[in-house]
């Protein structure tokens, strides 16, 4: 790790890797890179999602960002002994920067969870300044999952442990006013909490749905209507309101079909509850699609749905909005009030819907398929709101200006 200094960020998964929450610490490297600031990237060496060279985007070392990797302990696929693999991450990074010279500063997002109070303990060891990226919150992930209960021994432990890391933090990045509230209840400084809000990642063309599209022939979706779930099918995430307000609709919606793509940890689960629902033949699961078919995935969608679960309000804000948001596609938001809800609501680019009111999915369904200008009412909000508030560009000067605030580093 020679010659590794200046400001270090620390994320698991890096270039090359098709995950979204990979490429967004490769945007805030290069940006911060292209603001003539030293920079390296401490991570992995295995793909959470894999891809193929060609489709995984210019190599960020070209820029003169060093990329030190950390072997993993174990063969085999990075979800098997996920919690394993972690441990040995972080040890590994805290072991690398309590030696290393000439770090100025720390910036981390919160993959793998553990990452923060291990960085936490080496930033008061080196005494320079922490950055948290929250993409999610721990241990309230873990309570809202019903993992551990927070009254518990381990779950007092992680408050206590997580609380002090977020403390410990000169700045932390939330993506919302909901997540700052969570933060500000760790006890961290209304001061010290900054929102910077995620955006949309991989090829953003937006498909004209009178196109030809390769995936509607393949899946033989010609002639429907399309709800669109895209990604993770996973503990944070509400289905059973969107399954039943599909079953209500699909009576008065011939051509409807809930076409979801992905998986996860509900992935079994949800398939089984749409059999019971009997509807096999409204409810479509396909797996994840390679990054150059996604402008296709998301162009299939008349309109997008978004989930979350009672509980996760704060904890994480689904990615997948402002992906939707990009390519100027309405969306369904089932959910608790959380930062998404305030998201469509405030930029009247689709509908909110609480967990539980599947009449009211139904209700917004049947609506968004008899009135296509709603649709294109929505769709035109959500690519304004998009550019005005949440583009990339506007995230990353924010990146760049607190980088250089807290580093002392200044453009060459």
């Not at 909901?178 to 937006?206: D, F, H, P, Q, Y």
Request: hydrophobic share 50%; net charge positive; with cysteine.
């Amino acid at each position: 790790m020679a010659g590794t200094g200046g400001v270090v960020l620390v994320e698991q998964f890096f270039y090359p890797d098709g995950w979204g929450g990979a490429q967004i610490p490769r945007d805030v490297a290069a940006a911060i890179r292209a603001a003539g600031i030293d920079v390296s990237v401490l991570c992995g060496t295995e793909q959470y999602v894999p891809v193929r060279a060609e489709l995984a985007g210019p190599d960020p070392a070209a820029s003169g960002i060093r990329i030190v990797r950390i072997a993993p302990l174990l063969p085999g696929s990075p979800r098997t002994l996920r919690a394993v693999r972690a441990i040995w991450f972080c040890a590994c990074a805290l072991a690398v920067l309590c030696v290393r010279r000439g770090v100025r500063m720390l910036l981390t997002q919160t993959n793998p969870p553990l990452v923060i109070p291990a960085m936490a303990l080496a930033a008061a060891l080196r005494g320079i300044p922490l950055v948290i990226i929250a993409q999610d919150l721990y241990p309230e992930v873990l309570f809202a999952s019903q993992l551990l209960a927070p009254s518990s021994w381990a779950g007092r432990a992680l408050k206590r442990l997580y609380a002090w890391a977020y403390r410990r933090a000169r700045k932390v990045i939330v993506l919302g006013p909901c997540m700052a509230e969570r933060v500000r209840r760790k006890g961290v400084a209304a001061e010290r909490i900054v929102t910077i809000s995620n955006w949309a990642t991989g090829e953003l063309a937006v498909v004209d749905r009178s196109a030809d599209n390769p995936l509607r022939e393949r899946w033989n979706l010609h002639g429907h209507f399309i709800a669109l779930y895209s990604g993770n099918l996973g503990s944070g995430h509400e289905f059973e309101t969107l399954l039943e307000g599909v079953r209500r609709a699909a009576a008065r919606i011939p051509e409807l079909v809930l076409v979801i793509i992905g998986r996860g940890s509900r992935h079994a689960e949800v398939r089984a509850q749409a059999r019971a629902l009997g509807l096999q033949e409204r409810v479509r699961f396909f797996d994840f699609v390679s990054a150059e078919e996604l402008r296709f995935s998301i162009a299939l969608a008349d309109i997008a749905v978004v989930t979350l679960r009672t509980g996760f309000e704060g904890v994480v804000v689904p990615s997948k909005l402002f992906g939707y948001l990009a390519r100027g596609v309405p969306t369904l938001y089932i959910g608790p009030e959380s930062d998404v809800a305030h998201i469509v609501r405030t930029g009247d680019c689709g509908a909110v819907c609480a967990p539980g009111d599947a009449a009211r999915v139904a209700q917004v369904l049947e609506a968004a398929a008899a009135d296509p200008a709603m649709r294109a009412h929505w769709a035109a909000n959500a690519r304004a709101l998009y550019q005005r508030q949440f583009k990339r560009e506007l995230a990353l000067e924010a990146y760049v200006a607190l980088t250089k605030d807290l580093a002392g580093c200044s453009s060459r």
